[in-house]
């Protein structure tokens, strides 16, 4: 049974840090691209971040230099480091596993598995 669990979320002022980790159970993470989307309460869930299965990264412009998505694969978890935190990064963060081993986008219907959410809230 294919399972994703997201913790890490909190509450940190502007300038903070926090680490995201998203545990999958189920299948072998590094096989599947595994991507972080984050939504905000009346809008778009909108795409983050994302590891392939070779370690490749992307980044929505918004976070990139600030955010970086990594991989344990001895614990079969995806982590979002994220730094320099802004108000704007307010949202419930979300993993989900892409159908395929690569990142081509952020088009929710190419995501099969997801966590639940972890909510993130910065204070300015």
């Known amino acids: 049974q294919v399972q994703l669990v997201e913790s890490g979320g909190g509450m940190v002022q502007a300038g903070g840090y926090l680490r995201l980790s998203c545990a999958a159970s189920g299948f072998i993470s590094d096989s599947f691209a595994i991507a972080w989307f984050r939504q905000v309460p009346g809008k778009e869930r909108e795409g983050v971040s994302c590891?392939?299965?070779?370690?490749?990264?992307s980044y929505e412009h918004s976070v990139k230099g600030r955010f970086t998505i990594s991989r344990d694969r001895a614990k079969n978890t995806v982590y979002l480091q994220m730094k320099s935190l802004k108000p704007e990064d307010t949202a419930i963060y979300y993993c989900a596993r892409r159908n395929s081993g690569y990142c081509t986008g952020y088009d929710l219907g190419a995501y099969a598995y997801w966590g639940q959410g972890t909510q993130v809230t910065i204070s300015s």
């Open positions: 590891i392939d299965r070779y370690s490749g990264t």
